[in-house]
């Protein structure tokens, strides 16, 4: 018989707040956590609003300060996501069976300190502004301190938490930039069902609240120049005008289902299916767009032995990238189209700005904690939306009940696709 | 259900020892090393001067099929060489199957950084008291930044070019 997975723990910081239960009521009376910036605070980088997470002190949960000093900001977040889902998860004296638990994480490069890289900078200059590879070798080297490189590696952060919460199971990190926590979420679930773990700590957790972090997406234009204290942030609307981002950390603690009944752990959802693919394309067109993605929610929906018209409502992938949020509307659509009271759409964004390595496994957090209350998180006015009636956004007390299938949706133009269905796990289960 | 058993039907490398298998395996059974004196930048004053190289590897006739190519790092290079050969070596004619069940599982590194436009921005952003001006920082950044290369330092840049070459569908 095939093991079951389920969610037991729940670890969420971002610009809402630190810990999923205030991040829960942020989302039920829709009040964002997005700020506006310093001014001039990015040099000539237009940016009017950041999902900035305030007053974080990570040595609140972080007691090593050796730990800490390798550690960026980034890293500093996904360890502290750990404890918190660790803490919700009721393992609050660790793991039992250590053999057993394991860590898979989706990060990808962080961004440098540059004041920590200046003098090392200033020693491998030539006579004129160039990099002096002898220079460099002879002297600017001798200004880095031996652990620098540690501090900013994608898989440290995986490395801190197997450490803190001694997981000596699997552990892995997948690079796969915005996708990269719901590869990792899909990972973790296929190593407990081949019964390699019962236990799995999985997510992401970035920041780019620095110049460096948003130069690329800046010479990219996809950047939102704008941003009012009204509407700092749509998606999947019409006015979607790009990202504005936001810095924190989602981890999911997955857990075989008898392993989670045995210790009378809190379950917040059970996951029936999970898909992922490439954003190929083999027509051309509008088709084009749409091909790939339905193919990814139309395999998850088969994973879970459901039929398009079973799921209550999708969380949206949708980032505020005109363009994309235009394909995930067409391939839902396709897939949902036909149907006279399709799912109901939750776009949750605009909370928290885009998270990149940790937007899916905060969307997931969100999807399951739906499930758990009953209730879906209001998205806003349908005005805006890219899909016209029957699709509608959820409301404040919108959707069927009760809550049964949500499909959650992370979808990275160019690289892969993934699909999750979440179920709530009800007394027949 | 009964267990899917897994073997291997192809294989390709581009190593220190050979730029395909047969090379490297050729390498390997007579003894030689792979390691030498590094010859891709000066290292003549680093603590370490050795390292395995890849040598002579030919990548142009890639960038004659597709300029996408053309700022490539030296790690996806090598890895549209292995895998090129490594399709070729398993005889699988793709254009036969369906491209869902075809996936890909690719350990990914980093290129390497870039310091030149580090160095050159640094240079300008601190000033005599060691204090930091973003905004030096930033313009200087953008005039020398071309965006394409900056992706493929990404250790998901190779993935992406992988995906591409192969037209693979399914999970990667």
């Given at each position: ?220 234009g996809i950047l939102n120049p704008n941003g009012?204290?009204?509407r700092p942030y749509p998606v999947f609307s019409k006015s979607g005008a790009g990202l504005v ?71 949206l992938s949708a980032n505020g990238i005109r363009e994309e949020d235009i394909e995930e509307s ?15 759409l939750?776009r949750?964004k605009s909370?928290?700005g885009y ?24 998205s806003g006015s349908?005005e805006d939306s890219l899909l ?25 133009k ?16 | ?172």
């Amino acid at each position: 018989m095939s093991r079951r997975v389920v969610i037991t723990g729940i670890g969420t910081l971002n610009a809402c707040s630190i810990g999923r239960d205030n991040f829960w009521k942020s989302a039920l009376d829709r009040r964002t956590g997005i700020s506006e910036v310093k001014q001039d605070e990015f040099g000539p980088i237009p940016v009017k609003s950041y999902g900035r997470i305030q007053d974080f002190q990570p040595s609140e949960f972080i007691q090593n300060r050796k730990s800490l000093k390798v550690m960026c900001r980034d890293i500093q977040m996904a360890v502290v996501a750990s404890y918190l889902a660790r803490q919700d998860s009721g393992l609050g004296d660790g793991v039992a069976d250590p053999e057993r638990s394991g860590i898979c994480m989706g990060e990808g490069l962080f961004d440098h300190d540059l004041e920590e890289l200046s003098e090392t900078l200033r020693h491998s200059i030539d006579s004129g502004e160039d990099f002096d590879e002898r220079r460099f070798g002879q002297e600017g080297m001798s200004y880095l301190f031996p652990l620098w490189l540690l501090k900013y590696l994608p898989n440290m952060p995986a490395c801190h938490i197997s450490i803190a919460h001694n997981l000596q199971g699997p552990s892995n990190t997948l690079t796969e930039d915005g996708s990269g926590s719901a590869a990792a979420i899909e990972e973790a679930t296929h190593v407990i069902q081949r019964d390699m773990a019962d236990i799995m700590f999985c997510g992401g957790a970035e920041s780019h609240l620095n110049a460096t972090g948003l130069l690329r997406p800046h010479a990219l234009g996809i950047l939102n120049p704008n941003g009012s204290s009204d509407r700092p942030y749509p998606v999947f609307s019409k006015s979607g005008a790009g990202l504005v981002m936001g810095e924190g950390g989602a981890i999911l603690i997955l857990e075989e289902l008898e392993h989670a009944r045995k210790r009378n752990a809190r379950i917040y959802a059970e996951i029936v299916g999970v898909s992922s693919c490439t954003d190929w394309k083999s027509k051309s067109g509008p088709a084009a767009a749409s091909e790939s993605r339905v193919a990814v929610m139309f395999d998850a929906l088969g994973l879970a032995k459901i039929t398009p018209e079973a799921v209550d409502a999708i969380h949206l992938s949708a980032n505020g990238i005109r363009e994309e949020d235009i394909e995930e509307s067409l391939a839902i659509q396709e897939l949902f189209g036909k149907l006279t009271a399709p799912p109901k759409l939750v776009r949750t964004k605009s909370l928290t700005g885009y998270m990149g390595f940790a937007a899916a496994s905060t969307e997931t957090s969100l999807a399951a904690m739906s499930l758990k209350h009953g209730r879906l998180v209001p998205s806003g006015s349908n005005e805006d939306s890219l899909l016209k009636d029957p699709f509608t956004f959820a409301g404040k007390n919108t959707g069927r009940s009760p809550l049964r299938y949500l499909l959650v949706n992370q979808f990275t133009k160019g690289l892969c696709h993934h699909s999750i269905v979440l179920k709530t796990l009800g007394s027949g289960s | 259900m009964t267990a899917r058993r897994v073997v291997i039907t192809g294989m390709g490398a581009v190593t220190p020892l050979g730029n395909d298998v047969s090379s490297t395996w050729k390498s390997l059974i007579e003894g030689r090393s792979g390691i030498s004196k590094i010859s891709c930048f000066d290292a003549s004053k680093f603590p370490s001067q050795i390292a395995g190289e890849v040598k002579d590897y030919d990548f142009s006739p890639w960038l004659k099929k597709s300029q996408a190519l053309k700022d490539a790092k030296k790690n996806t290079q090598f890895a549209l060489g292995a895998c090129q050969e490594a399709m070729e070596d398993s005889g699988l004619d793709t254009s036969a199957m369906d491209r869902r069940r075809l996936g890909l599982y690719y350990a990914a590194g980093e290129s390497g950084a870039m310091l030149q436009p580090l160095v050159r921005a640094n240079h300008q952003a601190f000033d005599g008291n060691c204090k930091f001006h973003v905004e030096k920082y930033v313009r200087e950044r953008l005039s020398t930044m071309a965006v394409s290369e900056e992706i493929e330092k990404e250790p998901f840049s190779t993935l992406r070019h992988l995906i591409e070459t192969f037209d693979v569908r399914g999970p990667a």
